[in-house]
C-alpha cells in the first residue's frame, strides 16, 4: 500500500480511478469490521462508456504492518467523520505519510493538526461530480475543478503532486489553499441549508425571495473571514453563489440529500464553523446561527 483512499464512496472511488488511469494502484480503506476481498473490480461509467479497474482493499482495523509503506493518504469522508477515523489510523501510519483532506466544509484541519506528530497535511476542494449506483459502481456525473494546497507540516513530495495533478482533470496547485476553500464554504454556506429545509433543488434559489438571507450569509462570512486574517470580497463570493445556483439548477445539495434520506448534515463543518469562529471573535451571526440551529432540529427530528 503505498497511495490510500479514505472513503470509498463516489468522490473516493472517482479518485481511485484518475490515479489508477494514471500509473498509481490506490488502495480502498473501509470501515473496521467491514467484510472485503483483498481486491475488488469497480466500474466508472463516463460519457465514453464504462471504465473497469480492480483496488487493493483494506480495513481500518487492519494491523499498522499492513501500511508500512504508505506515504499518501486521501480523505474523503463526510466532514464530521473525519477526526474518529483518522484517530484510529493515524498511530499505524508512518511519519513520513501525509494525508490530503477533500471533504465539504472546514474545521477538522485546525483539530487534526496537533496529531499529526510530524506529518505533513494538504487540503483541497473538487467540484468535480460522481453518483454512487452501487457498493463498486459509479457515474461520473460532471467535471469540475479540483484545487489542492499545502497547509501543515512536510509539504507533498514533488513526484506525488505531480502525480495528483496529472491523474486529477482540471486540477492545480496553490500556495495558498485556504482563500479557494473559504470561497467553496461560502457556496456551500448559500447553498446547502436552504436547499435542505425547504426540500428544494438548487435552481430554486435564485428566486427573488431567497436574495436576502443569501446576501446576510455571505456578509456575515466575509466578516468572520477578516477576522481570521483573509480578505474576501462579498460581491465576487454573491456572484460565485449565483453562478453555481444556475450551473447546478437541477442538482439536490448534499445536505438536502442527508436529510432527506435520515442521515446526519455536515452544518458544523460549514455555517456552524462560521458560528464557531464568530464567537472566539465576539462576533454575533443571526442568520448562520438560526440556519445552524434550524439544521440540527430537523437532524433531531430525524
Known sequence: MN???????????????????AGAAPT???????????SQSFGCLTPEGESLQTFSQCTLDAPASAFTHCRLLLVTLKAYQVLDALQALLPKLPLGCHILLLH?????????????????????????????????????????????GHFAGPALADNDK????????????????LPALWGKLAVNAAINPLTALDDVPNGRLAEAAYQPTIDAIIHELVQVAAKEGLQLQAHALLKRVRDVIELTADNSSSMRQDLLHGRPSEIDAINGYLVQLAQRHGLELPINQKLTRQIKQREAAL
Open 162 to 177: 505531480a502525480l495528483l495533478l496529472r491523474a486529477i482533470p482540471g486540477s492545480e496547485w496553490l500556495a495558498d489553499i
Open 104 to 148: 465539504n466544509g472546514l474545521g477538522p484541519h485546525s483539530k487534526l493538526q496537533p496529531r499529526l506528530d510530524g506529518r505533513g497535511l494538504s487540503l483541497g476542494t473538487t467540484s468535480q461530480g460522481a453518483l454512487r449506483l452501487g457498493p463498486h459502481q459509479i457515474r461520473h456525473t460532471g467535471k469540475g475543478l479540483t484545487q489542492l
Open 28 to 38: 480502498l480503506l473501509l470501515k473496521a469490521g467491514k467484510p472485503c476481498s483483498a
Open 3 to 21: 497511495i490510500a483512499i479514505l472513503g470509498a464512496g463516489a468522490i473516493g472511488q472517482l479518485l481511485a480511478h484518475q490515479l489508477a488511469k
